[in-house]
Nanobody, 125 residues
């Protein structure tokens, strides 16, 4: 089992920045790949980015490439999502997820076994 807890969401104006954190605990063999996803009302959950805990990546969706940065601190068992140049369309609930395996499709939500509760990000114009 892996437990995930996101934090850092909030409200920001367009062009601003936020940093989300995902603290994970539990079996280390179940969190080889950590992903960030988002979901807004009426839309499917989409992959934002992913990183491998022991090296590899990060990988980003085209919609956030150049604006978002994923990083990890293995000593703190935490993965971060730095979001810059935020746009109103970035408004969503953001989720952290853990995958026990290295996947060729790290932005595919179906490969993830564990999910956090989410943190809301709201970007106003």
């Amino acid at each position: 089992q892996v437990q995930l807890a996101e934090s850092g969401g909030g409200s920001v104006q367009a062009g601003g920045s936020l940093r989300l954190s995902c603290a994970y605990s539990g079996r280390p063999d179940q969190s080889a790949c950590m992903g960030w996803f988002r979901q807004s009302p009426g839309k499917e959950r989409e992959g934002v980015g992913a990183i491998y805990i022991r090296g590899g990546g990060p990988y980003y969706a085209d919609s956030v490439k150049g604006r978002f940065i994923i990083s990890r601190d293995n000593a703190k068992n935490t993965v971060y999502l730095q979001m810059n140049s935020l746009k109103p369309e970035d408004t969503a609930m953001y989720y952290c997820a853990a995958n026990p395996s290295i996947s060729s499709t790290p932005l595919d939500k179906s490969v993830y076994n564990y999910w956090g509760q989410g943190t809301q990000v709201t970007v106003s114009s």
